[in-house]
């Protein structure tokens, strides 16, 4: 079914589970059409029945296009005759048929222009199409027109090879001409097809390497078997339709062509025609398809068309009544598969008549079949077509036939001597060929066989499945031993067998044993499945090592998820089925056979097994018992409902791991077949889900990795529902199982339920299904027992090759007897001898419960003569007089598994034929001959005097490490004897187990209760010491040892990881080597310290001096984070339609830039780059992880990264390494400046200098010129790392000058680069230092080493004292000075001035290290100014009235003391003084109607005034703390402004809180305040003259900025994906492939496009250069996944939209709802503004641009 977009937008979808995919095809929308979809799912437009008055078209509008429309088709068709040439000895032509395609594109756009025309067009078209008058008239090829003449003959050239058969074959058949007026594939013609009509395949003839007779022959027979002689034959066209489908198939499906054929489906007419048409050449189709070299591509075409056909059941059944689609489509398949067929080398490799598909063939490599099969298959859900092809009994047998083709395919044989040269990966081909061609469409019968009606269909499959297995024994010459060493997972005829069977019994209620075959039949039957299971043991037990990786890829393949339902399940159940029919002793001595163990069930400590080494015993033994308990205890097909099935499936994969949605959807075998309700995404599915397990939402660890949404078992269903047998069969990997158990255990320690080491529990089973209840004779039968005993004997007995897992599968089966045995049991021993033979001496009847209390008192065993057995006396009497024991004593005979098997087989076949002796091959092989053949062997007779339950009783105490450590709990308390769950027994170890079997033997029978209590009154003796012979001394201590070292590994493991830890914990606190190293360091320690590093790469510790500095290991990045800043709280959004846009008027970068141009407009340059700071766009930030290393350490370190030949995540001639320590990326050394931590003392003491000296000293110390400093190692890191950092962001960034190349750039770019890093350090804590402490940062701060780096630099330039801005704003000027200047551009006058650039100005124009009183002095002088900046602001932001409200409350305070520190009275003054210039002339209106409404009173002018200062404030306090130590304090946000300024010294000493307090109270005067403040306002009168618009512009604002953020998404993705997948690229104006979005600032941009390179810069790379300074955020629209560019490099980040089970949905493959999820986002932007992607995101790799 297939919905355009709109339809599917406008309908109801609420609560249901849908994917999307997104065709690229085109195509007909199916809403609206009831036979493709119910109409409860029509969209609202096509729910509105259409009424039947639809106004016809006028006749005359489409006179023209009917007249014009024949030729035209014709036209076309010509060209594509002409343009055809058949390949010259099969060189692909492709480039010709590329010619001729682009050159009728325009003619194909017509044609599908037209049919967006609407309906009238659409019938006009079809008309047209299937007219065959109008074919015939023109294209016949007769008339005069010799070019019409030569196309004809092309066109009959191209048609010779359409048939499946050679043309000169047609003429040996007699076929009659086809009646014109009949559907083109009637059938006409003789109905057997001669002989020869089957020997070709094409007009291309295909070499049958080798094999082929055997091709032949098979194909001489499939010919004659097919009816349909139009198959056979070359094609014949009748109308357009016809042929210009036949030009689309021979120039391989063109996409144009196929979306014109497809849009014209809506006609129905059209449609009719159309799929008969596709029929008729569906032969063809398949032969072009093979020829192929674009397989791929075409069979994604033929799907397309295929699917829209053949989903309509209504056109399907239609089809396959009047063109016999069936026959057609398995006779296309048949002689598909043909032409790869080669000899079976299963069984009897010379004689073998069977042949398989190889899987090495293109054919089944490349899945060319596929688009055949996924027909067939879509076809066989419609019920109708289905009953048609299992009524028709012929076609029954030919798909037999071609199943029959994949029994016994991608034979194994097990290499043993040397290693496989070349490993095959074809084993992949098969399993997809048979779940595909085989599978999938027996899924689809069965979905039919679900009611009674259908029982006589059921009966047909399974008898045609048995035909078709008994041809296949035959021809494989199989009797009654599979080969060794080889095996074939690919049964396919009896998993059909298996699948019927079972629906048959399980819906049907049909009686099994009618469908069943005779003995000797099941017996062949259980031969090959119980093979594969026997291999795969032997696979996992290494056995097949030499066979190369693959076959344990075949073994994991066979029970994955997706193969399992159609592979081991029926394999399994196809056993259970003969288990229950067969002798069950027959059928336990062929599994131990198989499994090769059969020696090794010995009670002797030794034994010679002559077909496994000694090293695999083990394993398979557990093999072998671990198939008989899933055999015993597996209930999928034996009577669980689908529910219960589903529930099960679905703990047992949430028990191996949490699971997220999607993957446990893929991990449940689904059921393929729609209607089954297991679908998954059915509704039975999600409550199932939320019945067993509870949602983990995602989760963000600190590290980065960020999880999905999981699902988690709930309490009760580890509890009750664990079931380690299901979780066995559906591990692909074993290390599940231990997961599984794993995850078990610590459910059992956190709930307090058991506190040691459990054992898997065991699970109740459901009932078993009467018509299986012969199975459980397993149980109950003398050979499992006597195997069962053996085993805990050894056990009991140390010997060797024998492990917990055995007695764990041991005690499983035992308990498995004890909970399905025979309701009622006698008391007394049943006296049933005689028809027993060769067992009576062991066990007396077949009943567990009663054998259990047997006695076995002498075993005669054959042993090698070196056993410890042979040297012991034997017993006095070995016959029975001495005994008179209630048992049955005597001597046990020797027991062989292979002779009884051997008996039983040939009982069975004596009984159905009579003709046995022909029947049993005789046999040479050595491998099972007569006991006593092997001279070394010899016998011996065992005292054994054990039952099963002294036996268990034994082991409990060996369990427990004590004597007598087992007591019957119902001596105590006889309620334990009452048959009810014991919860106490439900989990728990080994001894648990036997504790739990011994009370259910008790409770099944008295006899058995008194003879537990016997046995445990016998007060045990300890077991006697065995001699241990030297071989077994030596496996015990090779054991022991093994163990030891296990132990003593695990012991060192554990010492390491807590050195590990510990060493972590102190490097994560090491103090970082800056400056802070001082902070403990009080005033009253007098001496003086120096700072000392630790060098990671030497180790060795030491102080940084000029010869052999040490450096901070640090990450330079360019940042346009800044800029990014917007004066609105609300975040920007990103654009989803037309109307919204983003500007980028709003940034901090853009409103910085434009005053600085502004300013360079009117005033001079280099006054005018130290009036602003830069580094908003493009700013450089530095980063330390706080390891240091010696400078000439890292070179040498450097050096050897460069010759070290791994490939690395970064580039090494960049500089950038990773730190040795702790591995985060760097690309530089900040070099750490020598000395003591002198200013750190002397910043304590208050200093008792007046201010007039202290601004003197500065500018003294700035007079002083900074010396260029001595050729030191010091001096050139630090000219070094200065290049870095300036090399770190581009050339734009850093050139503002008007001047290029001046040195005021240079000056400018340096104290902004401290203040790009102050800003960043105060956006990090959150905009605010309120919640104070040491800086986040923290230790790993490295500020204080970079101002010495700046500082050393900038002390190179020297400020003109003229022009230096500290006299202007300490000292009162002369008037001429001002004057001076007037020629040429003045400089900016000091109120238009960025204060805090200032600040960094002075601070790093001065000798280092700075004493802390300058630096409050200079914070004192600066405050001043920025405090009449914030009242010049406040006068104009004022209305009219304002300024004379002001101006007269400020002029009445003017005489008070405390003038000079009150804001009225200096705002009345500012206000005075600039009323003389035209500054307030220019009222703006708009200014006027922001404010008016807002009347001013005291209060909100000083929170105006404190908010203005306070960014000052925030940033001079991070200074001060990183330059002189000392926490930053904490408070509350109101009250921040005091105490940053307490914190800072400005607040008078005899600062008391309880008077309100004012701002102005801070100001500390160098100068009489207003004289300087006349001085200074009189520069802005000056200006205003000149240029009154301007004043106000530059006048500095209150900083209102926003914290950076990313632009908010919208919740539901799909509304991204509709706006942006169809966009035009705005420089292309294309739509891109793959199109990306900069979630900075909304840029769309397309990713990889070569239309929008650049000088060889892709678009995304070029962006984030534009955009983030070398960072970019992207989201890939495409694939909903975020991508990260940085720098040089980029990774992939993640998804941000989860879908509701909170999963990513990368690539969209899923096709499900996403949503936002805001945590992911916020994590997204925090890593942003922290600049730590780089560390955080570990997969980087190189970009080339490309991107």
Same mark, same amino acid.
Request: charged share 20%; glycine share 4%.
């Given at each position: 079914?297939?919905?355009?977009?709109?339809?599917?937008?406008?309908?109801?979808?609420?609560?249901?589970?849908?994917?999307?995919?997104?065709?690229?095809?085109?195509?007909?929308?199916?809403?609206?059409?009831?036979?493709?979809?119910?109409?409860?799912?029509?969209?609202?437009?096509?729910?509105?029945?259409?009424?039947?008055?639809?106004?016809?078209?006028?006749?005359?509008?489409?006179?023209?296009?009917?007249?014009?429309?024949?030729?035209?088709?014709?036209?076309?068709?010509?060209?594509?005759?002409?343009?055809?040439?058949?390949?010259?000895?099969?060189?692909?032509?492709?480039?010709?048929?590329?010619?001729?395609?682009?050159?009728?594109?325009?003619?194909?756009?017509?044609?599908?222009? #037209?049919?967006?025309?609407?309906?009238?067009?659409?019938?006009?078209?079809?008309?047209?199409?299937?007219?065959?008058?109008?074919?015939?008239?023109?294209?016949?090829?007769?008339?005069?027109?010799?070019?019409?003449?030569?196309?004809?003959?092309?066109?009959?050239?191209?048609?010779?090879?359409?048939?499946?058969?050679?043309?000169?074959?047609?003429?040996?058949?007699?076929?009659?001409?086809?009646?014109?007026?009949?559907?083109?594939?009637?059938?006409?013609?003789?109905?057997?097809?001669?002989?020869?009509?089957?020997?070709?395949?094409?007009?291309?003839?295909?070499?049958?390497?080798?094999?082929?007779?055997?091709?032949?022959?098979?194909?001489?027979?499939?010919?004659?078997?097919?009816?349909?002689?139009?198959?056979?034959?070359?094609?014949?066209?009748?109308?357009?339709?016809?042929?210009?489908?036949?030009?689309?198939?021979?120039?391989?499906?063109?996409?144009?062509?196929?979306?014109?054929?497809?849009?014209?489906?809506?006609?129905?007419?059209?449609?009719?025609?159309? &799929?008969?048409?596709?029929?008729?050449?569906?032969?063809?189709?398949?032969?072009?398809?093979?020829?192929?070299?674009?397989?791929?591509?075409?069979?994604?075409?033929?799907?397309?068309?295929?699917?829209?056909?053949?989903?309509?059941?209504?056109?399907?059944?239609?089809?396959?009544?009047?063109?016999?689609?069936?026959?057609?489509?398995?006779?296309?398949?048949?002689?598909?598969?043909?032409?790869?067929?080669?000899?079976?080398?299963?069984?009897?490799?010379?004689?073998?008549?069977?042949?398989?598909?190889?899987?090495?063939?293109?054919?089944?490599?490349?899945?060319?079949?596929?688009?055949?099969?996924?027909?067939?298959?879509?076809?066989?859900?419609?019920?109708?077509?289905?009953?048609?092809?299992?009524?028709?009994?012929?076609?029954?047998?030919?798909?037999?036939?071609?199943?029959?083709?994949?029994?016994?395919?991608?034979?194994?044989?097990?290499?043993?001597?040397?290693?496989?040269?070349?490993?095959?990966?074809?084993?992949?081909?098969?399993?997809?060929?048979?779940?595909?061609?085989?599978?999938?469409?027996?899924?689809?019968?069965?979905?039919?066989?679900?009611?009674?009606?259908?029982?006589?269909?059921?009966?047909?499959?399974?008898?045609?499945?048995?035909?078709?297995?008994?041809?296949?024994?035959?021809?494989?010459?199989?009797?009654?031993?599979?080969?060794?060493?080889?095996?074939?997972?690919?049964?396919?005829?009896?998993?059909?067998?298996?699948?019927?069977?079972?629906?048959?019994?399980?819906?049907?209620?049909?009686?099994?044993?009618?469908?069943?075959?005779?003995?000797?039949?099941?017996?062949?039957?259980?031969?090959?499945?119980?093979?594969?299971?026997?291999?795969?043991?032997?696979?996992?037990?290494?056995?097949?090592?030499?066979?190369?990786?693959?076959?344990?890829?075949?073994?994991?393949?066979?029970?994955?998820?997706?193969?399992?339902?159609?592979?081991?399940?029926?394999?399994?159940?196809?056993?259970?089925?003969?288990?229950?029919?067969?002798?069950?002793?027959?059928?336990?001595?062929?599994?131990?056979?198989?499994?090769?163990?059969?020696? #090794?069930?010995?009670?002797?400590?030794?034994?010679?097994?002559?077909?496994?080494?000694?090293?695999?015993?083990?394993?398979?033994?557990?093999?072998?018992?671990?198939?008989?308990?899933?055999? #015993?205890?597996?209930?999928?097909?034996?009577?669980?409902?689908?529910?219960?099935?589903?529930?099960?499936?679905?703990?047992?994969?949430?028990?191996?791991?949490?699971?997220?949605?999607?993957?446990?959807?893929?991990?449940?075998?689904?059921?393929?077949?729609?209607?089954?309700?297991?679908?998954?995404?059915?509704?039975?599915?999600?409550?199932?889900?939320?019945?067993?397990?509870?949602?983990?939402?995602?989760?963000?660890?600190?590290?980065?990795?960020?999880?999905?949404?999981?699902?988690?078992? /709930?309490?009760?269903?580890?509890?009750?529902?664990?079931?380690?047998?299901?979780?066995?069969?559906?591990?692909?990997?074993?290390?599940?199982?231990?997961?599984?158990?794993?995850?078990?255990?610590?459910?059992?320690?956190?709930?307090?339920?058991?506190?040691?080491?459990?054992?898997?529990?065991?699970?109740?089973?459901?009932? #078993?299904?009467?018509?299986?209840?012969?199975?459980?004779?397993?149980?109950?039968?003398?050979?499992?027992?006597?195997?069962?005993?053996?085993?805990?004997?050894?056990?009991?007995?140390?010997?060797?090759?024998?492990?917990?897992?055995?007695?764990?599968?041991?005690?499983?089966?035992?308990?498995?007897?004890?909970?399905?045995?025979?309701?009622?049991?006698?008391?007394?021993?049943?006296?049933?001898?005689?028809?027993?033979?060769?067992?009576?001496?062991?066990?007396?009847?077949?009943?567990?419960? =009663?054998?259990?209390?047997?006695?076995?008192?002498?075993?005669?065993?054959?042993?090698?003569?070196?056993?410890?057995?042979?040297?012991?006396?034997?017993?006095?009497?070995?016959?029975?007089?001495?005994?008179?024991?209630?048992?049955?004593?005597?001597?046990?005979?020797?027991?062989?598994?292979?002779?009884?098997?051997?008996? /039983?087989?040939?009982?069975?076949?004596?009984?159905?034929?009579?003709?046995?002796?022909?029947?049993?091959?005789?046999?040479?092989?050595?491998?099972?001959?007569?006991?006593?053949?092997?001279?070394?062997?010899? &016998?011996?007779?065992?005292?054994?005097?054990?039952?099963?339950?002294?036996?268990?009783?034994?082991?409990?105490?060996?369990?427990?490490?004590?004597?007598?450590?087992?007591?019957?709990?119902?001596?105590?308390?006889?309620?334990?004897?009452?048959?009810?769950?014991?919860?106490?027994?439900?989990?728990?170890?080994?001894?648990?187990?036997?504790?739990?079997?011994?009370?259910?033997?008790?409770?099944?029978?008295?006899?058995?209760?008194?003879?537990?209590?016997?046995?445990?009154?016998?007060?045990?003796?300890?077991?006697?010491?065995?001699?241990?012979?030297?071989?077994?001394?030596?496996?015990?201590?090779?054991?022991?040892?093994?163990?030891?070292?296990?132990?003593?590994?695990?012991?060192?493991?554990?010492?390491?990881?807590?050195?590990?830890?510990?060493?972590?914990?102190?490097?994560?606190?090491?103090?970082?080597?800056?400056?802070?190293?001082?902070?403990?360091?009080?005033?009253?320690?007098?001496?003086?310290?120096?700072?000392?590093?630790?060098?990671?790469?030497?180790?060795?510790?030491?102080?940084?001096?000029?010869?052999?500095?040490?450096?901070?290991?640090?990450?330079?990045?360019?940042?346009?984070?800044?800029?990014?800043?917007?004066?609105?709280?609300?975040?920007?959004?990103?654009?989803?339609?037309?109307?919204?846009?983003?500007?980028?008027?709003?940034?901090?970068?853009?409103?910085?830039?434009?005053?600085?141009?502004?300013?360079?407009?009117?005033?001079?340059?280099?006054?005018?780059?130290?009036?602003?700071?830069?580094?908003?766009?493009?700013?450089?930030?530095?980063?330390?992880?706080?390891?240091?290393?010696?400078?000439?350490?890292?070179?040498?370190?450097?050096?050897?990264?460069?010759?070290?030949?791994?490939?690395?995540?970064?580039?090494?001639?960049?500089?950038?390494?990773?730190?040795?320590?702790?591995?985060?990326?760097?690309?530089?050394?900040?070099?750490?400046?020598?000395?003591?931590?002198?200013?750190?003392?002397?910043?304590?003491?208050?200093?008792?200098?007046?201010?007039?000296?202290?601004?003197?000293?500065?500018?003294?110390?700035?007079?002083?010129?900074?010396?260029?400093?001595?050729?030191?190692?010091?001096?050139?890191?630090?000219?070094?790392?200065?290049?870095?950092?300036?090399?770190?962001?581009?050339?734009?960034?850093?050139?503002?000058?008007? &001047?290029?190349?001046?040195?005021?750039?240079?000056?400018?770019?340096?104290?902004?680069?401290?203040?790009?890093?102050?800003?960043?350090?105060?956006?990090h804590q959150g905009g605010n230092l309120c919640q104070g402490g040491a800086s986040t940062a923290g230790k790993r701060s490295c500020l204080h080493q970079l101002f010495h780096v700046l500082a050393m630099h900038m002390r190179l330039y020297s400020i003109d004292s003229a022009y230096n801005p500290w006299k202007k704003l300490t000292q009162l000027m002369e008037d001429k000075n001002l004057q001076m200047c007037g020629e040429e551009q003045p400089e900016v006058p000091v109120l238009y001035r960025d204060v805090l650039s200032l600040l960094l100005i002075q601070i790093l124009t001065m000798p280092q290290p700075l004493h802390k009183e300058h630096f409050a002095c200079i914070i004192k002088v600066l405050f001043t100014l920025l405090y009449i900046q914030a009242l010049v602001a406040l006068s104009v932001k004022g209305s009219t009235d304002d300024r004379t409200t002001w101006m007269n409350s400020g002029a009445l305070k003017k005489n008070m003391s405390n003038a000079k520190t009150s804001h009225e009275v200096l705002l009345s003054h500012v206000i005075s003084e600039l009323s /003389?210039?035209?500054?307030?002339?220019?009222?703006?209106?708009?200014?006027?109607?922001?404010?008016?409404?807002?009347?001013?009173?005291?209060?909100?002018?000083?929170?105006?005034?404190?908010?203005?200062?306070?960014?000052?404030?925030?940033?001079?306090?991070?200074?001060?703390?990183?330059?002189?130590?000392?926490?930053?304090?904490?408070?509350?946000?109101?009250?921040?402004?005091?105490?940053?300024?307490?914190?800072?010294?400005?607040?008078?000493?005899?600062?008391?809180?309880?008077?309100?307090?004012?701002?102005?109270?801070?100001?500390?005067?160098?100068?009489?305040?207003?004289?300087?403040?006349?001085?200074?306002?009189?520069?802005?009168?000056?200006?205003?003259?000149?240029?009154?618009?301007?004043?106000?512009?530059?006048?500095?604002?209150?900083?209102?900025?926003?914290?950076?953020?990313?632009?908010?998404?919208?919740?539901?993705?799909?509304?991204?994906?509709?706006?942006?997948?169809?966009? =035009?690229?705005?420089?292309?104006?294309?739509?891109?492939?793959?199109?990306?979005?900069?979630?900075?600032?909304?840029?769309?941009?397309?990713?990889?496009?070569?239309?929008?390179?650049?000088?060889?810069?892709?678009?995304?790379?070029?962006?984030?250069?534009?955009?983030?300074?070398?960072?970019?955020?992207?989201?890939?629209?495409?694939?909903?996944?975020?991508?990260?560019?940085?720098?040089?490099?980029?990774?992939?980040?993640?998804?941000?939209?989860?879908?509701?089970?909170?999963?990513?949905?990368?690539?969209?493959?899923?096709?499900?709802?996403?949503?936002?999820? /805001?945590?992911?986002?916020?994590?997204?932007?925090?890593?942003?503004?922290?600049?730590?992607?780089?560390?955080?995101?570990?997969?980087?790799?190189?970009?080339?641009?490309?991107?």
């Amino acid at each position: 079914m297939s919905l355009c977009a709109e339809c599917f937008h406008q309908g109801e979808h609420a609560g249901h589970d849908y994917n999307m995919f997104r065709s690229q095809a085109g195509g007909a929308c199916d809403c609206g059409d009831g036979n493709v979809m119910r109409e409860a799912g029509f969209c609202k437009r096509h729910r509105i029945k259409s009424s039947s008055e639809v106004p016809s078209v006028p006749r005359d509008l489409l006179i023209m296009s009917e007249l014009v429309l024949p030729q035209f088709i014709f036209c076309l068709i010509q060209y594509l005759r002409e343009g055809y040439n058949e390949p010259v000895l099969d060189l692909p032509s492709e480039k010709d048929l590329q010619k001729v395609l682009q050159l009728l594109e325009p003619h194909i756009s017509f044609l599908e222009d #037209l049919t967006k025309m609407g309906g009238a067009m659409r019938s006009v078209l079809t008309q047209v199409l299937t007219n065959q008058q109008f074919y015939k008239d023109l294209s016949s090829g007769g008339g005069e027109n010799a070019c019409a003449k030569k196309s004809h003959e092309k066109y009959l050239v191209a048609l010779k090879g359409s048939g499946l058969t050679f043309p000169e074959d047609k003429l040996a058949c007699g076929v009659q001409e086809q009646a014109a007026g009949a559907s083109t594939s009637a059938i006409q013609g003789c109905a057997g097809a001669t002989p020869a009509s089957g020997q070709g395949d094409s007009s291309d003839e295909e070499d049958q390497d080798g094999s082929q007779g055997v091709g032949k022959r098979k194909r001489v027979k499939l010919s004659s078997t097919t009816k349909d002689q139009s198959i056979m034959d070359v094609l014949k066209h009748k109308c357009f339709l016809e042929e210009l489908l036949f030009w689309t198939i021979k120039y391989e499906f063109p996409q144009k062509m196929v979306t014109f054929l497809l849009n014209m489906l809506p006609d129905q007419d059209y449609k009719i025609a159309f &799929t008969k048409t596709f029929v008729q050449h569906y032969a063809f189709i398949m032969k072009t398809l093979k020829k192929s070299h674009e397989s791929d591509t075409m069979s994604n075409r033929i799907v397309h068309i295929s699917v829209q056909l053949f989903s309509n059941e209504e056109l399907a059944r239609q089809v396959t009544e009047e063109c016999q689609l069936l026959d057609i489509m398995v006779t296309v398949l048949l002689y598909m598969m043909e032409s790869c067929l080669i000899k079976s080398e299963l069984q009897d490799e010379e004689n073998s008549l069977h042949v398989v598909v190889n899987c090495g063939e293109a054919l089944l490599k490349n899945n060319t079949y596929w688009p055949l099969v996924s027909d067939f298959i879509n076809i066989l859900s419609h019920q109708s077509v289905a009953k048609k092809f299992l009524e028709d009994h012929r076609l029954l047998v030919m798909w037999m036939n071609f199943v029959s083709f994949f029994q016994g395919m991608n034979l194994n044989k097990r290499e043993l001597n040397e290693h496989v040269e070349f490993e095959s990966q074809t084993y992949y081909a098969a399993f997809a060929a048979e779940l595909e061609a085989c599978a999938q469409p027996m899924w689809g019968l069965l979905s039919h066989c679900k009611v009674r009606e259908m029982q006589e269909y059921t009966r047909n499959v399974v008898r045609y499945c048995l035909e078709a297995l008994q041809d296949w024994f035959d021809a494989i010459n199989f009797v009654d031993e599979p080969t060794p060493n080889q095996v074939t997972f690919h049964l396919p005829l009896h998993r059909y067998y298996a699948m019927f069977l079972s629906k048959a019994v399980k819906c049907q209620e049909v009686d099994l044993d009618s469908l069943l075959p005779d003995q000797e039949m099941l017996m062949k039957l259980m031969v090959h499945p119980l093979q594969i299971q026997a291999s795969l043991s032997e696979i996992h037990s290494n056995m097949w090592v030499r066979n190369g990786l693959q076959i344990k890829g075949q073994a994991m393949t066979y029970v994955q998820s997706h193969f399992c339902n159609s592979m081991i399940d029926p394999d399994i159940y196809l056993l259970q089925v003969c288990a229950s029919r067969l002798d069950p002793d027959y059928f336990i001595s062929s599994v131990f056979e198989r499994f090769k163990v059969v020696d #090794l069930l010995t009670m002797a400590s030794q034994h010679q097994n002559t077909v496994l080494d000694a090293e695999h015993e083990r394993s398979m033994l557990e093999g072998a018992l671990t198939f008989l308990v899933i055999l #015993l205890s597996l209930r999928l097909h034996l009577g669980m409902t689908d529910d219960e099935i589903l529930r099960a499936e679905m703990v047992a994969q949430l028990c191996m791991n949490d699971r997220t949605h999607s993957s446990l959807l893929d991990l449940i075998p689904e059921n393929p077949n729609p209607k089954s309700g297991i679908v998954p995404g059915s509704l039975s599915f999600e409550s199932m889900l939320s019945a067993v397990a509870d949602f983990k939402a995602p989760v963000f660890e600190p590290g980065g990795s960020m999880q999905q949404g999981m699902y988690t078992p /709930k309490a009760e269903v580890w509890d009750k529902e664990f079931d380690p047998v299901m979780v066995i069969l559906r591990t692909v990997y074993r290390r599940d199982v231990q997961s599984a158990m794993d995850r078990y255990t610590a459910f059992l320690k956190q709930s307090g339920k058991f506190h040691g080491n459990p054992w898997p529990p065991y699970k109740k089973r459901t009932h #078993l299904h009467p018509s299986y209840k012969g199975l459980l004779r397993l149980l109950h039968c003398k050979t499992l027992h006597i195997v069962l005993f053996t085993l805990l004997y050894k056990i009991l007995m140390d010997h060797q090759n024998l492990s917990e897992h055995v007695l764990c599968m041991v005690l499983y089966l035992i308990e498995l007897g004890l909970e399905n045995s025979s309701e009622q049991e006698p008391d007394e021993e049943d006296s049933a001898g005689g028809q027993e033979r060769c067992h009576d001496s062991w066990f007396p009847g077949n009943n567990l419960v =009663s054998n259990m209390r047997h006695f076995i008192n002498y075993v005669r065993v054959r042993v090698p003569e070196t056993a410890p057995e042979v040297k012991k006396e034997p017993p006095a009497s070995t016959s029975a007089d001495g005994f008179t024991s209630s048992q049955n004593s005597g001597t046990a005979q020797v027991f062989s598994l292979v002779a009884e098997r051997r008996k /039983k087989f040939q009982e069975i076949i004596n009984r159905n034929t009579s003709e046995a002796s022909q029947a049993v091959r005789p046999k040479t092989s050595m491998k099972w001959s007569a006991p006593g053949a092997t001279p070394q062997l010899t &016998t011996a007779i065992l005292e054994v005097k054990e039952s099963i339950l002294s036996l268990l009783v034994k082991l409990h105490h060996k369990l427990s490490g004590k004597q007598n450590s087992y007591y019957p709990p119902w001596l105590d308390d006889m309620e334990t004897l009452i048959p009810q769950e014991n919860p106490k027994y439900f989990h728990g170890d080994g001894m648990t187990a036997v504790e739990r079997i011994l009370l259910k033997a008790a409770l099944q029978s008295r006899l058995n209760k008194r003879i537990v209590e016997e046995i445990c009154r016998k007060v045990t003796p300890p077991v006697p010491p065995k001699k241990i012979s030297p071989t077994e001394k030596k496996t015990l201590d090779k054991e022991e040892r093994r163990q030891k070292a296990r132990e003593r590994q695990q012991k060192l493991l554990a010492e390491f990881a807590s050195r590990q830890k510990s060493f972590m914990e102190t490097a994560m606190d090491v103090e970082s080597p800056d400056a802070d190293i001082a902070m403990e360091i009080t005033a009253s320690e007098q001496h003086v310290s120096e700072a000392m590093y630790d060098c990671v790469i030497c180790g060795q510790s030491g102080p940084s001096t000029e010869d052999r500095p040490a450096g901070l290991v640090v990450l330079l990045q360019a940042s346009s984070v800044l800029g990014q800043c917007r004066n609105s709280t609300e975040p920007k959004k990103l654009p989803t339609s037309e109307k919204e846009q983003i500007y980028a008027r709003d940034t901090c970068a853009a409103v910085y830039e434009e005053r600085l141009a502004t300013l360079q407009k009117f005033f001079k340059d280099s006054s005018c780059l130290q009036s602003v700071s830069i580094g908003w766009e493009g700013g450089v930030y530095v980063q330390t992880c706080g390891h240091t290393l010696h400078i000439d350490c890292h070179k040498s370190y450097m050096e050897s990264l460069r010759n070290d030949q791994v490939l690395q995540g970064f580039s090494v001639e960049k500089g950038e390494f990773t730190c040795p320590l702790c591995r985060q990326f760097a690309n530089s050394v900040l070099p750490c400046y020598p000395g003591n931590n002198v200013e750190r003392s002397l910043w304590q003491c208050r200093s008792n200098k007046s201010m007039q000296d202290l601004i003197k000293e500065v500018e003294e110390l700035q007079e002083q010129l900074g010396t260029f400093p001595s050729e030191t190692n010091l001096s050139k890191e630090m000219e070094s790392v200065m290049k870095d950092i300036k090399s770190t962001t581009q050339k734009k960034y850093t050139d503002y000058s008007k &001047t290029p190349g001046s040195p005021d750039n240079d000056f400018l770019f340096m104290y902004s680069v401290a203040r790009t890093n102050l800003e960043l350090e105060l956006v990090h804590q959150g905009g605010n230092l309120c919640q104070g402490g040491a800086s986040t940062a923290g230790k790993r701060s490295c500020l204080h080493q970079l101002f010495h780096v700046l500082a050393m630099h900038m002390r190179l330039y020297s400020i003109d004292s003229a022009y230096n801005p500290w006299k202007k704003l300490t000292q009162l000027m002369e008037d001429k000075n001002l004057q001076m200047c007037g020629e040429e551009q003045p400089e900016v006058p000091v109120l238009y001035r960025d204060v805090l650039s200032l600040l960094l100005i002075q601070i790093l124009t001065m000798p280092q290290p700075l004493h802390k009183e300058h630096f409050a002095c200079i914070i004192k002088v600066l405050f001043t100014l920025l405090y009449i900046q914030a009242l010049v602001a406040l006068s104009v932001k004022g209305s009219t009235d304002d300024r004379t409200t002001w101006m007269n409350s400020g002029a009445l305070k003017k005489n008070m003391s405390n003038a000079k520190t009150s804001h009225e009275v200096l705002l009345s003054h500012v206000i005075s003084e600039l009323s /003389k210039g035209k500054i307030y002339d220019q009222e703006d209106t708009e200014d006027l109607s922001m404010d008016s409404n807002t009347a001013w009173c005291p209060h909100s002018t000083e929170t105006y005034l404190q908010q203005f200062c306070l960014p000052f404030l925030r940033i001079t306090s991070l200074l001060q703390h990183h330059l002189f130590g000392g926490e930053l304090p904490s408070c509350q946000e109101d009250e921040e402004f005091t105490v940053l300024a307490n914190c800072l010294g400005l607040l008078p000493s005899p600062f008391q809180s309880s008077h309100p307090f004012s701002s102005a109270s801070c100001l500390d005067w160098p100068v009489p305040a207003f004289d300087i403040i006349s001085q200074w306002c009189s520069e802005l009168v000056s200006f205003a003259d000149k240029h009154p618009t301007q004043v106000k512009i530059l006048f500095l604002q209150e900083s209102k900025w926003d914290l950076p953020r990313l632009l908010q998404l919208p919740e539901n993705y799909n509304t991204i994906f509709q706006y942006y997948h169809r966009k =035009s690229c705005s420089v292309c104006t294309k739509v891109p492939k793959d199109p990306a979005v900069c979630l900075v600032c909304g840029t769309f941009v397309c990713l990889k496009g070569l239309c929008c390179k650049q000088q060889s810069y892709c678009e995304c790379v070029l962006h984030s250069q534009n955009c983030g300074a070398g960072t970019g955020i992207f989201l890939l629209i495409n694939a909903s996944v975020i991508i990260i560019i940085r720098g040089h490099r980029f990774c992939l980040w993640g998804s941000v939209y989860l879908d509701a089970h909170g999963e990513e949905d990368r690539d969209l493959r899923r096709g499900k709802p996403l949503y936002i999820c /805001k945590e992911r986002y916020n994590v997204l932007e925090q890593q942003w503004i922290s600049h730590t992607f780089d560390h955080i995101n570990k997969r980087w790799g190189p970009h080339y641009n490309g991107l």
